[in-house]
């Protein structure tokens, strides 16, 4: 029982034992996750274009749904998709490598467009009714992409500050939700292409756009960057208690799967 906030290590040591993890579709990029994407937790991935963050989290709509390690029974996804690159029929062609039904697969997963900010912090409300209405059911919420729309409504100058201040909120919000329906929730970023980075040798130029607020927020960060033909690397980001090792997979018809060599 909660008071005011308030539970025991005992209850809260309950609770984090309800902790599970849904797998990448890549054994290899479970391995560096430690298992895969934690619930009660942010996992973020960020990289530049075409490095596979919208495919992986096409992957991850139809890997929660299966049953997984430690008794995870398996649940549905909300995508929230800023960028207009959300594909059902990418998702039928993964649901194939694990012999689900193309319609009752689709049906587990509820989707939504946002087109500003604003609408997504709206999103974020409806998600969470709906995760207290049916308790238990849903196990991944996926925005994809996290800063985009973002970058378009602060574009000005002057507008940095309010910027990060909306996006803390928002990054307030699904902590709150992965913690309180205990679920996994799935972010994507960009990269800042900084134009002084190679002139000041710096050794890592490239880096997750968004700043503190998403630094603080995600549990787990991801980097991921290209490799030969399909293959992709990932790579721990900033971690505290991971070791910076790195993972490579690969992006197939079915999905993200282990690279074969
Ligand atoms: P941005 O959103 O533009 O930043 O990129 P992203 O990181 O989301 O990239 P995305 O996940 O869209 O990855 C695109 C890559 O996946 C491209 O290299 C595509 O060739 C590859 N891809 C997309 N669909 C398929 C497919 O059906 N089969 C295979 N093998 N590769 C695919
Ligand atoms: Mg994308």
């Given at each position: 029982m909660t008071t005011n906030g308030f539970q025991t290590a005992l209850e809260y040591s309950d609770k984090r034992k309800q902790v599970f993890r849904i797998s990448s579709g890549s054994e290899e990029l479970d391995k560096l996750l430690g298992g895969g994407m934690e619930s009660m937790a942010?996992?973020?991935?960020?990289?530049?274009?075409?490095?596979?963050?919208?495919?992986?989290?096409?992957?991850?709509?139809?890997?929660?749904?299966?049953?997984g390690k430690n008794g995870y029974s398996g649940g549905k996804v909300v995508f929230i998709d800023t960028e207009n690159t959300f594909r059902p029929d990418r998702l039928k062609e993964i649901a194939d490598r694990f012999n689900l039904d193309h319609g009752a697969m689709?049906?587990?997963?509820?989707?939504?467009?946002a087109y500003t900010s604003e609408h997504q912090m709206e999103l974020l409300d409806c998600?969470?009714?709906?995760?207290?209405?049916?308790?238990?059911?849903?196990?991944?919420?996926?925005?994809?992409?996290?800063?985009?729309l973002f970058r378009v409504d602060f574009s000005g100058r002057g507008e940095l500050a309010d910027r990060q201040q909306k996006l803390a909120q928002m990054l307030s919000r699904l902590q709150k939700?992965?913690?309180?329906?205990?679920?996994?929730?799935?972010?994507?970023?960009?990269?800042?292409?900084?134009?002084?980075?190679?002139?000041?040798?710096?050794?890592?130029?490239?880096?997750?756009?968004?700043?503190?607020?998403?630094?603080h927020a995600?549990?787990?960060?991801?980097?991921?960057?290209?490799?030969?033909?399909e293959m992709r690397i990932a790579k721990i980001y900033d971690s505290p208690d991971m070791p910076e090792s790195e993972a490579t997979f690969s992006i197939t018809g079915g999905g993200i799967a282990d690279a074969k060599e």
């Open positions: 942010i996992t973020e991935v960020f990289g530049e274009f075409r490095t596979g963050k919208t495919q992986l989290s096409h992957t991850l709509c139809v890997t929660t749904q299966l049953p689709l049906d587990n997963v509820l989707y939504a467009r998600v969470a009714a709906k995760f207290h209405e049916e308790p238990g059911v849903f196990k991944l919420l996926i925005v994809d992409s996290i800063m985009a939700i992965s913690e309180e329906y205990n679920v996994a929730v799935f972010i994507t970023n960009q990269m800042t292409a900084d134009p002084g980075a190679t002139m000041s040798f710096q050794a890592d130029p490239k880096k997750p756009i968004g700043g503190n607020i998403i630094a995600s549990t787990t960060r991801i980097s991921l960057r290209k490799g030969r033909g």
